[in-house]
């Protein structure tokens, strides 16, 4: 399956991307279908049914809330965030949905979105929608979201078989020693195989400003994050620090990152704070590979744009490009799914997609960047996904933080080699694929195990 760029930055809305922007999306798909088949003015009620870890976190992650809105024809890329809360108050008032933006059904959110205690095969985060009309079903579909926004059918899921795309890439890859051999046969640095393999669906200008759109739609939600204050929705009675922490640094003056190494630190965790808490609040996002780790690439990115007075828009391309070839190679040999792998899939692949791109705008070699990856992930290993009362918000926020600071270390040790290492990218990603086969279930993103249930303890 090619997979590109913008398949794994995507913008969405907080505070997940399987859990929010996913079935989000699929809601809208399925509203769509009634629309192209005709069914939209016949549909009389619909039901929505949630499984697994959908079922199970649902609530805290906004999933009810996120299935409603694609149901009234949203789509998470371009909804208001701030019109939600209205409109799902309004839905509640009235009882009744205007399905796709168009059709008034009548919507009972106890009897018509249900979260069930069982799970589908195929994936932990499964949902069904059904539709009905007069004289009975009219449509039904089951939807898989399986990390980073992205669904998948159920057709799809049982035959274990990705849809074909027509694209040819020049450069495909499914391994890094596949990536390092195409790298070092043409003389190609990791961010400029993959612009080549881009341009097989898009120009140089449009690849170039819709990676420059990410950047900012970055850029505004760190800005958001910096604004607000108060406390974090959900009950746990999260405050929220980042505006705090940034005034706080701003009296202290501009730190320089080779003299003041802790202070520039501070910044780091400053940039990733904002964005994790702008995410917890239900802002716009963009998944990095996803929500729940979203402020470790724009976090790293900004340190490197914030400290480098030489950087510049194309270092702001290359570095999404060369990250998002080892994210890559996370989703086809593993998973970014905290929901199937735990938070090694979500924390660790961000991690290591960060060291990726920060390595390849400091003129790292192929071989030094699969090492700085290889590091970032290696050292997230084992990384459960226990969120506490089923927010994004403990232990997620300050696990961003912590992971972007470690992704900067990783290339920094990278840079300092020769590239040649123990143990190999390939190795690592295999090992998180194990790993999360391993885990119980409890430990993935069910709040059901880890620090959701010692929290409820005391």
Same mark, same amino acid.
């Given at each position: 399956m090619a997979i590109s760029v913008?398949?794994?930055?995507?913008? &969405?809305?907080?505070?997940?991307?399987?859990?929010? +922007?996913?079935p989000m999306r699929a809601a809208a798909t399925f509203v769509q279908a009634l629309i192209d088949q005709q069914l939209l003015d016949e549909t009389r009620r619909v039901e929505v049914r949630l499984y697994g870890s959908l079922s199970?976190?649902?609530?805290? *992650?906004?999933?009810d809330r996120a299935c409603v809105m694609g149901l009234m024809g949203e789509w998470p890329d371009s909804i208001d965030p701030t019109s939600i809360g209205p409109r799902i108050q309004q839905l509640r008032e009235s009882g009744q949905l205007l399905l796709g933006g168009r059709t008034s059904i009548a919507f009972n959110w106890q009897h018509d979105l249900l979260l069930l205690d069982?799970?589908?095969? $195929?994936?932990?985060?499964?949902? /069904? @929608? *059904?539709? $009905?009309?007069?004289?009975?079903p009219l449509s039904e579909q089951t939807y898989y979201s399986v990390g980073g926004g992205f669904i998948i059918e159920a057709? !799809?899921?049982? /035959? &274990?078989?990705?849809?074909?795309?027509?694209?040819?890439?020049?450069?495909?890859?499914?391994?890094? +020693?596949?990536?390092?051999?195409?790298?070092?046969? *043409?003389?190609?640095?990791?961010?400029? @195989?993959m612009m080549a393999n881009e341009r097989a669906w898009r120009s140089d200008a449009e690849i170039r400003s819709g990676l420059l759109h990410i950047w900012s739609v970055m850029r505004?939600?760190?800005?958001?994050?910096l604004r607000h204050e108060g406390i974090l929705p959900g009950g746990l009675d999260v405050p929220r620090r980042a505006a705090k922490l940034h005034r706080s640094l701003l009296e202290i003056g501009k730190p320089n990152v080779i003299t003041s190494t802790l202070s520039a630190m501070e910044w780091v965790n400053l940039f990733a704070l904002a964005v994790n808490e702008e995410n917890a609040a239900g802002g716009r996002m963009v998944t990095a590979p996803t929500n729940g780790a979203a402020g470790i690439i724009p976090a790293v990115l900004h340190y490197y744009m914030k400290f480098n007075p030489d950087a510049s828009d194309d270092d702001v391309v290359n570095f999404f490009l060369a990250a998002a070839a080892v994210g890559i190679l996370c989703k086809k040999n593993a998973s970014i799914s905290g929901a199937e792998v735990g938070c090694q899939g979500e924390v660790g692949?961000?991690?290591a997609m960060a060291a990726a791109g920060l390595a390849d705008v400091l003129g790292a070699s192929p071989e030094q960047l699969e090492n700085a990856a290889e590091i970032g992930l290696? *050292?997230? @290993?084992?990384? #459960?996904?226990?969120?506490?009362? &089923? @927010?994004?918000?403990?232990?997620?926020? !300050?696990?961003?933080?912590?992971?972007?600071?470690?992704?900067?270390?990783?290339?920094?040790?990278?840079?300092?080699?020769?590239?040649?290492?123990?143990?190999?990218?390939?190795r690592v990603i295999r090992?998180?694929?194990?790993?999360?086969?391993?885990?119980?279930?409890?430990?993935?993103? #069910?709040?059901?195990?880890?620090?959701?249930?010692?929290w409820v303890e005391c």
């Open positions: 913008f398949d794994l930055f995507k913008v &969405g809305i907080g505070p997940s991307s399987s859990h929010t +922007v996913g199970a976190t649902g609530v805290g *992650h906004a999933t069982e799970s589908l095969p $195929y994936h932990p985060n499964a949902m /069904s @929608l *059904h539709a $009905y009309g007069e004289n009975g057709a !799809e899921a049982e /035959s &274990g078989i990705a849809p074909t795309s027509e694209v040819q890439l020049p450069y495909d890859f499914s391994s890094a +020693v596949e990536l390092l051999a195409l790298c070092n046969k *043409h003389g190609l640095r990791v961010s400029e @195989l505004e939600c760190v800005e958001q994050g692949s961000a991690c290696e *050292h997230n @290993l084992g990384l #459960t996904c226990d969120p506490v009362g &089923g @927010l994004v918000q403990v232990p997620c926020i !300050e696990r961003n933080a912590i992971a972007a600071v470690k992704a900067i270390n990783a290339t920094q040790m990278a840079l300092r080699g020769d590239g040649k290492h123990f143990i190999s990218l390939d090992t998180m694929r194990d790993t999360g086969a391993d885990m119980h279930d409890k430990y993935k993103e #069910t709040s059901r195990g880890g620090l959701a249930v010692s």
